[in-house]
């Protein structure tokens, strides 16, 4: 199957910069999408930002000029530069992918077990 394990949260001041990094691992055939959602305390799930393989992406509103996303398609590796970082980016940052694995017929949603971003005021 795929694995994918994040790395780079923490504790920042506002106005810092962060940058979280996202492996995927195992019998993986191709990726397609790999992005990053996050969960606020209290809050559900959303998007922050996603690439697909060919390196187009998308960012929810409230991320848009701070934050940007990258990918390495040779390391199956997403990545992504948090600056000018807001007490209201605060919460766990979950990794995501769309996988299609070795012998498989379709691409399978994977996460992340989430990386805990604190953005102290």
């Known amino acids: 199957q795929v694995q994918l394990v994040e790395s780079g949260g923490g504790l920042v001041q506002a106005g810092g910069s962060l940058r979280l990094s996202c492996a995927a691992s195992?019998?993986?055939?191709?990726?397609?999408?790999m992005g990053w959602y996050r969960q606020a305390p209290g809050k559900q799930r959303e998007l922050v930002g996603i690439?697909?393989?060919?390196?187009?992406?998308n960012y929810a509103d409230s991320v848009k000029g701070r934050f940007a996303i990258s990918r390495d398609n040779a390391k199956n590796t997403v990545y992504l530069q948090m600056d000018s970082l807001k007490p209201e980016d605060t919460g766990v940052y979950y990794c995501?992918?769309?996988?299609?694995?070795?012998?498989?017929?379709?691409?399978?949603?994977?996460w992340g077990q989430g990386t805990l971003v604190t953005v102290s005021s």
């Open positions: 995501y992918a769309e996988a299609l694995v070795i012998g498989g017929v379709r691409y399978l949603e994977v």
């Open positions: 195992g019998s993986i055939f191709s990726i397609s999408a």
């Open positions: 690439i697909t393989s060919a390196g187009r992406s």
